[in-house]
Nanobody, 123 residues
Framework: QVQLVESGGGLVQAGGSLRLSCAAS????????MGWFRQAPGKERELVAL????????YYEDSVKGRFTISRDNAKNTVYLQMNSLKPEDTAVYYC????????????????WGQGTQVTVSS
């Protein structure tokens, strides 16, 4: 059974940092694109960052460029999101997702999703 399990969320003050982790199990995801999404109350789920299986090719949503860094360790089947200089508008539930086809992440149609982890940034 394939599972994605996020961890690392919490409450942080504006300007602080958090590191999210997403551990995948059930099969090897080294060839998959993996990404982080977030959904704030009353808003649509949006793609925050994406990383391809080569561990190098990345994409970031404009509002997080320069503040967030996505990385992965294929040996551990894990993807990370380092979030620095956090702002109150970053408050959301953050989800990990994976799919063999990067375009399916870009269109929010990924095959595999985690349950989400809450990130709250206080002002």
């Amino acid at each position: 059974q394939v599972q994605l399990v996020e961890s690392g969320g919490g409450l942080v003050q504006a300007g602080g940092s958090l590191r999210l982790s997403c551990a995948a199990s059930g099969r090897t995801f080294s060839s998959d694109a993996m990404g982080w999404f977030r959904q704030a109350p009353g808003k649509e789920r949006e793609l925050v960052a994406l990383i391809f299986g080569d561990e190098m090719t990345t994409y970031y949503e404009d509002s997080v460029k320069g503040r967030f860094t996505i990385s992965r360790d294929n040996a551990k089947n894990t993807v990370y999101l380092q979030m620095n200089s956090l702002k109150p508008e970053d408050t959301a539930v953050y989800y990990c997702a994976a799919d063999r086809f990067p375009t399916k992440l870009l269109t929010r149609l990924a095959d595999y999703w985690g349950q989400g982890t809450q990130v709250t940034v206080s002002s």
